[in-house]
């Protein structure tokens, strides 16, 4: 996908949460992204390099966190690991729709230096 | 959201975790639901059309709007790259089509929907068709606000489509196997093709269409009407025109 646009959105994001807690810099932008968010974390990482000069994130470390997907099988309830392209219940055989964990694509956490001292 | 209650103090140059947990995609599923109120509000039924380039999103929309001329009020957001071609050609239906250029951006987004809606007069409206940009990568992960999301796989693009861009297709409400007068030509198999559909895209609807020829539209035609039933009898009713 646009794993650069997506890594500007992260980079925004993190930076007004930053700002908002009186940071003087970012240490460290934790992202969740799940394998059927059909997001290359390499490509996000790469999109990292190019835009974290001249931010509040220039000196940060990038963690991609990768949670496993998970998927309840609607027909016998069996709990299994989706893999694209199909969500076949190893138990049933029966094809799923919707996977409970694997989609994710959020900005985790971000942890900041303090610019000066404040009640935490 | 990001402080928590003064206990103690942090000096200069101490870290702290701040826990943030919001999509990156967050500002566009803002605006689609948004998008999806308004639309709720002047009950106007929003379809979200999507495919590889040339699979015939177009052609079909050309067809339909002549065909539902008369019948259901139609609009058109149609997506490209560059060029104003598709606009053209589907403004002879008489509908009123608003061309996005969108430049080097491969998908429309929820805000490219708001800024356009302006141009059309919603209340003289029952059905606002979108025709994204021709793509079956990015387009899946924006969602526009739309009451439904019709997928084209062309027979003319093999069958097995739906394997090889899973997301997509997972994504759907319909799958409209397009082109179907050249199954024989293409030497495709139709029963496979909605098999893979099946696997990847339990949920989704399979129609088998020809804009050319005409075969399979009355099907097409009874599920738009539902999808605009849906949408005039209020947001209670979204979700079971399938």
């Known amino acids: 996908m646009h794993e650069a646009g997506l890594m500007q959105s992260a980079l925004d994001m993190a930076a007004l949460a930053a700002q908002s807690a009186g940071a003087a810099r970012i240490r460290r932008i934790v992202l969740r992204v799940g394998p059927l968010a059909c997001v290359d974390p390499a490509a996000l990482r790469f999109a990292f390099e190019a835009l974290r000069a001249g931010t509040l994130a220039e000196d940060a470390v990038l963690q991609i966190d990768e949670p496993a997907a998970r998927c309840v099988c609607h027909a016998c309830g069996t709990e299994f690991e989706p893999q694209l392209p199909a969500f076949v219940c190893p138990s049933c055989g029966v094809f799923a729709q919707h996977a409970s964990a694997g989609t994710e694509l959020e900005l985790a956490s971000v942890e900041i230096e303090l610019a000066e001292e404040q009640p935490c | ?242």
């Not at chain 2, 001329?69 to 149609?78: K, T």
């Not at chain 2, 951006?105 to 979108?130: P, R, S």
């Not at chain 2, 099946?198 to 009874?222: F, I, K, N």
């Open chain 2, 1 to 242: 959201m990001l402080t928590s209650p003064a206990a103690a103090t942090l000096r200069r140059g101490e870290s702290r975790t701040l826990q943030v947990q919001q999509p990156l995609l967050g500002k566009n599923l803002a605006q689609a639901a948004a998008n999806r109120a308004l639309f709720a509000e002047r009950r106007l039924a929003v379809v979200n059309v999507l495919s590889s380039p040339g699979a015939g999103k177009t052609a079909l929309l050309e067809r339909t709007l002549g065909d539902l001329a008369g019948d259901l009020r139609c609009g058109v957001i149609v997506g490209d790259l560059a060029t104003d071609n598709d606009a053209l050609r589907l403004r002879r239906h008489g509908a009123p089509c608003l061309q996005i250029t969108t430049g080097n951006v491969c998908h429309l987004e929820a805000q490219m929907i708001a800024d356009a809606l302006g141009e059309f007069d919603l209340a003289a409206l029952d059905l606002l068709w979108i025709e994204n940009v021709g793509n079956l990568v990015c387009p899946a992960g924006y969602d526009l606000g739309e009451s439904a999301r019709v997928v084209l796989l062309a027979a003319t693009e093999g069958e097995d489509k739906p394997l090889k861009y899973p997301r997509i297709y997972k994504t759907a409400d319909v799958v409209a196997f397009t082109k179907c007068d050249l199954v024989a030509a293409a030497e495709v198999n139709p029963a496979l093709a909605r098999q893979f559909v099946a696997q990847v895209a339990p949920q989704a609807l399979w129609l088998e269409v020809s804009a050319r020829s005409g075969l399979g539209l009355a099907d097409w035609y009874a599920y738009i009407r539902r999808v605009c039933t849906a949408a005039k009898s209020g947001p209670s009713l979204a979700g079971v025109c399938r």
